[in-house]
């Protein structure tokens, strides 16, 4: 069984793949891209996929209202995968806000530059402290 921080990572590579996909104007299934990306189904994984492609639009404009003179689409792909994921969860679960910053942080460590990880760290204590979640 993955930990949940795996999980996350797998997240974030679907919903990559998907925005990639997306923003190419290709075909994109998000089952497939899941199926592709997972050995065997997960319902963390398929909600939260799922939740963050149905919230995209919303999350997006959350994001943009808590960053100066900057817009998610100016954000490399996978920290704006990452970023739309932490905001989710932050959101729509029950997970503390301190382990959604946390692993969102963890994950733009090893993904994204530092000024990405400064600016999702930035956005997501905004969140917290402002949207009251």
């Known amino acids: 069984m993955a930990t949940r921080s795996l999980l996350?990572?797998?997240?974030?590579?679907i919903l990559y793949?998907?925005?990639l996909m997306k923003s190419n104007d290709l075909p994109c299934d998000v089952e497939e891209i899941m199926k592709d990306n997972m050995e065997v189904e997960n319902?963390?994984?398929?909600?939260m996929v799922y939740g963050v492609v149905t919230y995209q639009t919303e999350l997006d404009k959350l994001a943009n209202?808590?960053?100066?003179d900057w817009d998610i689409k100016r954000i490399d792909k996978t920290g704006a995968a990452i970023l739309r994921l932490a905001l989710y969860e932050l959101k729509y679960t029950d997970?503390?806000?301190?382990?959604?910053?946390?692993?969102a942080v963890e994950l733009a460590k090893k993904y994204s530059?530092?000024?990405?990880?400064?600016?999702?760290n930035a956005v997501l204590d905004k969140v917290v402290k402002e949207e009251n979640v």
């Open 8 to 13: 996350r990572e797998k997240i974030m590579v």
């Open 17 to 19: 793949q998907y925005d």
């Open 43 to 47: 319902d963390f994984v398929k909600d």
């Open 65 to 68: 209202s808590k960053m100066k």
């Open 95 to 103: 997970t503390p806000f301190e382990v959604v910053i946390n692993e």
């Open 113 to 120: 530059d530092d000024a990405v990880r400064k600016m999702i």
